[in-house]
């Protein structure tokens, strides 16, 4: 792909799995439906529990990961609303890996209309806004946005295990 369409210009990694409907799906009476679901259980269910219920329905996981997958390659591909507003997605590969436990997430690499080049100073400082137009790396604050800082601490904060090679240094 690289030969034919030169570097992508964003790299996502995207996980494919909604907690709420995946369990209002296999147990209504536990968990609720998805019009209603009860989140005190969901939220409280332990995690090694709800990678059981993973594995356990592992068909119904593969189903709703495919439809969310489908459903995000139209969204990207959309060219009258651009996923990227000022930039239309012209290429894109999808690979599906799984984490442990059996859950799944979307790695996929995007190739932009008229992206700006990082060759030029110019183009580097048009990045920089494309990006921060898009992305933060704070946690919002709790006073001001709990629902935010809930879910940033809940589904995309790092927290070291005894696979992370934090400090390490690797020579090849």
Not at 141 to 155: A, S
Request: aromatic share 14%; net charge negative.
């Amino acid at each position: 792909m690289y030969a034919t369409l030169s570097k992508p210009n964003i790299f996502l990694s995207i996980n494919l799995q909604d907690n709420v409907e995946f369990l209002t799906h296999i147990d209504p009476v536990r968990f609720g439906n998805v019009e209603n679901p009860k989140y005190d259980i969901i939220d409280s269910l332990a995690h090694d529990d709800y990678l059981q219920l993973v594995n356990q329905n592992s068909a119904l996981v593969a189903s709703m990961c495919h439809r969310r997958m489908l459903a995000f390659e139209k969204f990207i591909s959309d060219k009258k609303h651009p996923f990227f507003i000022d930039y239309n997605v012209t290429n894109y590969f999808f690979k599906i890996e799984f984490q442990r436990g059996g859950l799944p997430h979307l790695h996929t690499l995007l190739w932009l209309d008229k992206f700006p080049s990082i060759e030029t100073s110019e183009g580097r400082e048009r990045i920089i806004q494309f990006i921060d137009k898009f992305l933060s790396t704070s946690i919002p604050d709790k006073d001001i946005d709990p629902e935010g800082h809930f879910l940033v601490k809940k589904e995309q904060h790092h927290n070291h295990t005894f696979t992370c090679s934090t400090g390490l240094i690797f020579l090849y």
